[in-house]
Structures are given as C-alpha cells and as structure tokens.
C-alpha cells in the first residue's frame, strides 16, 4: 500500500491552489474546476471542492474545521523560505525557530486555517555519525 495524497477539502479550490503554488513553487494540476493537486517528488496535496464530498452528507469534511493536521514540507532553507513566503503569509504561527530536536521550522496557517511547516533537519557531521 502506497499513500497516494493528502486532500484538503475547501470552498474556494482556486484560492486554496493558488496559496500552495506559491508556497511550494509548483503549478497545481488541475482535472477538474473542482479539484486541484500540488505533486512533488515525494507526495501530493490534493485540493478539493465540498462538490466533491457532497455524497458523504453529514459525514463529509467541513472547510476550515480541522486543527489537528500538520501539512509539512521539508525544504533546505527555512529562513530563505520565510523570507521568500512572508509578503503571502496571513497567520504566522512561528517564524524561524531551532527545535529542541534540531529541526530549523517556520509554521503558518494556511487561507483555510490549516497549519503549515517548512522545516529542515540538522546537518550530520562526521562527529554525530
């Protein structure tokens, strides 16, 4: 079994696609006005309308209501990346930061309320191997 994505769904796919292009540098693919994929080498983060869910009823995500999802993206420098983001960035929620682990992250909600972080990992040196 292979993790194909992660889907967001929302109300408004096109803002939505538009904010992850600019985080991620990539154009979204678009099949359908209802639907939209950011693909990396490593993932995909699907894009979806409520159309998309409708036949869930009750049971269907709501836009805007989950806080319990960390979408993450591994990049090499998150200081150029806050720079590069922070004109496009409406909530910042931690601006470049060392974790107690090593991590460098800077986290963000997204127009959606869903949280981001851009991260990098440590260095290894020849000493920590």
Do not use: C, K
Request: charged share 20%; hydrophobic share 45%.
């Amino acid at each position: 079994m292979n993790l194909a994505s992660i889907r967001i769904i929302t109300h408004d796919v096109d803002r939505l696609a538009r904010f992850y292009e600019a985080v991620t540098e990539t154009v979204a693919v678009r099949p359908a006005p209802v639907f939209a994929e950011i693909r990396t080498a490593t993932g995909t983060l699907a894009i979806a309308s409520t159309a998309t869910v409708a036949m869930l009823g009750d049971h269907a995500p709501q836009p805007g209501s989950n806080d319990t999802i960390i979408i993450e993206y591994l990049v090499t420098d998150v200081d150029a990346e806050f720079v590069r983001l922070h004109d496009v960035l409406e909530d910042i929620v931690l601006e470049p930061t060392t974790m107690p682990w090593g991590n460098r992250s800077t986290l963000f909600r997204d127009p959606d309320g869903n949280l981001v972080n851009l991260f990098s990992r440590p260095a290894v040196t020849s000493a920590s191997q």
